[in-house]
């Protein structure tokens, strides 16, 4: 049985695409990605490790109602998240954004994803080092590094095969 639960938000797709990306190179280790929104709490739970993705949505959001997404997404699920103990999880994050476009929110929608699940006692590992990206702030920095893997797909798609090689490369020894 795969023991890495995949789960993304989505608003246009692009986030779903490297989820499975993700997978195919993660192998049977790890299940289909499925979208947040089509889950439930005890399916999510009852994966030992988790890779979740999001994208960052309306000024520095999660995807949701709340960021004018048309459907639900990580923002309710995270509502529904608060409070439960995600204590011996292993997790890593990925996020997409435009460093172009929004350069002074750059990823930041993976703050509140990092806050909760922390406060939820889950260890997250792959943080991601900044440097090759250009950008004048994110919410996603933790001691100088991302919270998780950061893709931008708007703007360096010819790097994204890749960074997903680098970080599962150093997340192997954690979560296989
Ligand atoms: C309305 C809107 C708001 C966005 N806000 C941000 C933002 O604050 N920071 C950021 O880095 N990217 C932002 N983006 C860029 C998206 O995160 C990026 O295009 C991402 O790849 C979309 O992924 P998806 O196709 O999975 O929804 C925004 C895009 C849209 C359309």
Redesign the pocket.
């Known amino acids: 049985m795969a023991t890495i639960g995949i789960f993304?938000?989505?608003?246009?797709?692009?986030?779903?695409k490297i989820a499975k990306l993700i997978q195919q190179k993660l192998g049977e280790a790890a299940a289909s990605p499925v979208n947040i929104n089509r889950t439930d709490l005890a399916t999510f739970l009852s994966y030992p490790v988790l890779v979740l993705g999001t994208?960052?949505?309306?000024?520095?959001?999660l995807?949701g109602l709340e960021?004018?997404c048309e459907s639900e997404s990580w923002g309710e699920f995270m509502a529904q998240l608060a409070g439960t103990s995600l204590s011996g999880k292993t997790v890593a994050l990925f996020g997409?954004?435009?460093?172009v476009?929004?350069p002074d929110?750059?990823?930041?929608?993976m703050r509140p994803l990092y806050d909760t699940l922390k406060n939820c006692g889950a260890q997250v590992v792959g943080l991601w080092p900044k440097e090759g990206y250009t950008f004048n702030a994110?919410q996603a920095l933790e001691a100088d590094k991302f919270v998780g893997l950061v893709?931008?797909?708007?703007n360096q798609y010819d790097l994204t095969d890749e960074r997903i090689d680098a970080w599962l490369e150093s997340l192997k020894p954690a979560i296989l």
């Open positions: 993304f938000g989505t608003d246009t797709g692009k986030t779903r994208p960052t949505l309306g000024d520095g959001q995807p960021a004018g997409l954004g435009d460093q476009g929004y929110n750059f990823v930041s929608g994110s893709i931008d797909q708007d």
